[in-house]
């Protein structure tokens, strides 16, 4: 590997858990199955492509969206030292039919696996798979495990499915049997229709939505049943931790409605799950890392998209933490997640 593609000397070891990657050539899915509004990239300049969503535009991408050594020498300049993989969550295709589903899955699985195995050192792959069949789903995931993939990011729904539905379960219970890590994204098609001004699917939406999913998974007893599953929610958990006193005093007021599956106090898996850093405030992220622990927030950064971190780890760093805790959310935490070994990147 050339000097320009090793990662610079610098005081922390650092892994951005939450960025997003696309092939730059994709098949015309909607060609190939012969209905759908699958995306297509329109090249329409050097190093610029349009995600078209069928016929409407979906939003703009640059070459750092599909080039991984572009990637890695913006990393270099921001002192990111290994990137997490995952593909953009427009492309999960849930509303298919499984089996094209499946298709583009393993399409998109194979070429993060190809991006990683191309640079071990510098990125992680995590998979996407064809969530609303419970068999096809477990049978990528297995291929996941076997083509280096270190674990799966899903949405907060799948086709309005809340993650306590019990056709997910054995997905669940097999990425905690093979020892692959979760990185829940939100996903807005719910709100788009309802709040379609003002850009508020991704301000209003997501975070509600990364709140439904963490309580759709405690209140169902998926962190129950499964305590060894190691789950990550993105944008620092959402609408979750601000509104989590109201959550706890629901369970305790009306366990009739809330305590119907599992008993427990949501307090209970605080600190059993992780948070990205990406808040966007020193106020918030001091108050995840009190609420769920330092060794339980990573650097996640929504590389490389508006509403992501324009430098990759500056909230961290610019807050009152120590060192140690710095080093913690910056490198740390992921590495525990992804059940990964420093060694391994150097």
């Known amino acids: ?26 098949p015309n899915w909607a060609q190939k199955f012969g209905y759908g509004e699958f995306i297509w990239l329109d090249h329409h300049k050097p190093c610029c492509a349009k995600m078209m969503l069928d016929k409407a535009f979906f939003r703009e991408i640059e070459d750092n969206c599909w080039s991984p050594e572009k990637r890695i020498h913006e990393c270099n300049h921001h002192h990111v030292d290994v990137q997490v993989l995952s593909t953009i969550p427009v492309m999960f295709s849930y509303w298919a039919e499984p089996k094209h589903t499946l298709d583009i899955a393993m399409f998109l699985n194979d070429h993060i696996a190809q991006v990683v195995e191309k640079y071990p050192t510098r990125f992680v792959g995590l998979g996407t798979l064809p969530m609303q069949h419970t068999e096809l789903a477990i049978k990528e995931l297995e291929r996941c495990k076997q083509i280096g993939l270190k674990g799966i990011q899903i949405g907060s729904h799948i086709n309005h499915m809340n993650l306590n539905d019990p056709s997910l379960f054995p997905i669940f219970e097999a990425m905690e049997r093979l020892d692959m890590a979760l990185f829940v994204h939100p996903w807005w098609y719910s709100a788009k229709t ?39 929610f993105a944008h620092g958990g959402g609408a979750f931790p601000a509104t989590f006193g109201r959550i ?25 799950f992780w948070l990205d850093s990406l ?26 998209f508006p509403l992501g ?32 070994d420093k060694s391994l990147f150097v």
Not at 4 to 9: F, G, H, I, S, T
Not at 209 to 217: D, F, K, P, R, V
Not at 281 to 300: C, S
Request: glycine share 6%; aromatic share 8%; with cysteine.
């Open 309 to 340: 971190e324009d430098v990759p780890g500056e909230l961290i760093k610019s807050c009152d933490f120590t060192d140690i805790e710095k080093a913690t959310m910056l490198g740390d935490s992921a590495l525990e997640w992804l059940k990964m």
């Open 1 to 26: 590997m050339s000097l320009e593609l090793q990662a610079p000397n610098h005081p922390f070891f650092t892994v951005d858990i939450h960025t997003h990657i696309i092939p730059e050539h994709i």
């Open 279 to 304: 808040v966007h405030d020193p106020k918030m992220l001091r108050f995840i890392a009190d609420m769920v622990g330092v060794n339980r927030v990573t650097l996640g950064t929504d590389y490389p």
């Open 248 to 272: 706890e005093h629901g369970w305790k007021a009306r366990p009739d409605l809330v305590a119907v599956h599992n008993n427990q106090n949501p307090s209970k898996y605080l600190g059993q």
């Open 194 to 232: 309802k709040m379609p001004d003002y850009w508020l699917p991704w301000l209003v939406g997501m975070p509600a939505e990364t709140s439904l999913a963490i309580c759709s998974m405690i209140f169902g007893g998926v962190l129950e049943k499964l305590p060894n599953l190691r789950v990550a």
